[in-house]
């Protein structure tokens, strides 16, 4: 039989461990079958149209995330030089976390047949209305899907100012150690930042020349800049034009970092050389959100993560039906399923974060060899 990839867990794992020992009950036969249980949970989920696109009903969405920005633009207009703008601030920070899930699923090719409408759609609510490179994250994004939770190869893990295994503490600066002694409260503290994040890395990509049509990204870029910071300080005075911006930006990385926090983080890491095939890779390195109509909005249909690793380009109101033909596939094949409340699923993130850095508190990093 073939060796799976490695996983470690906490706390300070560096070590393999088995899909056995992280995951009771998980028959590893699944690994050598897994195309061809891949290929009966696609059948089943292709058997029920969910790979079919709807692209009027995104045209209903991009139309209703407009409406969401008109009324903010209109309350900016209305208010002027007023210190209920923070209340804007905040209203046009959550606008911008909406608009992400629009150019996420353009880029997943699950909103349009065509390239260049989706692009058109993805570079329109990523640089123009966030500040994003669209091309920059596609590119990254399209590597965590292949990687997910993947210590060398997913490049949301390594972007991450806490770490999610102990051989990571030893390559980090003084300020960095700091933040992991106590990375399970600053993890959520730092989110504030994303937003900021977001432009230094879209202003870096552009620099090093790593996005296509660098000038068409650039030009939006420098778009978004333009509008957004001419419209705040000519219709407030600087103090409160400042403070807008700050909160604007906050509101916007809190809701980006709270989006993609649960979906991975306190599930297995995995190192070495990559021996997992597509179900085991997404479906034992996924958590999904229990579904309502408030968690759908809220996360844009990324609460079925599952799901939607599996299926990235199935477009977003088919998930939540996928999910039913999913978890019962897994519960017959014993195939770990991942699934928690709102709350549990930060608690999960918390405490994993914790258990990670607990060696640093302890005084018991291992001295690399």
Known sequence: MRNTAA?????????????????????????????????????????????????????????????????????????????????VAVWMGLYGGQSAFLWH??????????????????????????????GWWVNHHNRHHSFPNHLENDPDIGRRTVIFDISQYAARSRSGKFIVRYQSVLFFVLLVLE???????????????????????????????????????????????????IVQQMVLGLYFGMLFAPNHKGMPVRTDEESLEWLERQVLTSRNIKPSPLIDFVYGGLNYQVEHHLFPSMPQMNLGKCREIV????????????????????????????????????GTVPVAS
């Not at 009966?40 to 995330?65: D, T």
């Not at 409408?117 to 669209?134: D, E, K, M, P, Q």
């Not at 409340?341 to 608690?347: H, T």
Request: hydrophobic content about 50%; proline content about 4%; overall charge positive.
């Open 327 to 362: 978890k019962a596939y897994c519960d017959r094949n014993a195939i770990p399923y991942h699934e928690v409340g709102f709350v549990d699923s930060y608690r999960e993130v918390s405490k994993f974060l914790y258990d990670v850095s607990e060696p640093v508190r302890s």
């Open 7 to 87: 996983i470690t867990s906490p706390p300070g794992a560096t070590q393999a461990t088995s899909l056995a020992t992280l995951t009771p009950g998980f028959d590893t036969r699944h690994v050598v079958e897994t195309g061809k249980k891949f290929s009966e949970v696609s059948s089943l989920v292709r058997q029920a149209g969910l790979m079919e696109l709807h692209p009027k009903r995104y045209l209903a969405k991009i139309a209703f995330n407009t409406l969401i920005f008109a009324v903010g633009l209109v309350a900016f207009f209305e208010l002027g030089n007023s210190w209920w703008q923070l209340v």
């Open 105 to 134: 699923d353009a880029a997943h090719k699950a909103m349009f047949g065509n390239k260049a409408a989706a692009t058109f759609v993805g570079r329109i609510h990523a640089n123009l209305v966030n500040g994003v490179s669209y």
């Open 195 to 245: 937003g900021f994040k977001m432009h230094r890395t879209a202003v870096t990509a552009l620099r090093q020349k790593v996005v296509k049509s660098p000038w068409v990204e650039g030009a939006l870029l420098l778009a978004h800049a333009a509008i957004f910071l001419g419209a705040v300080f000519w219709v407030m005075s600087p103090l409160r034009a400042v403070l807008f911006v």
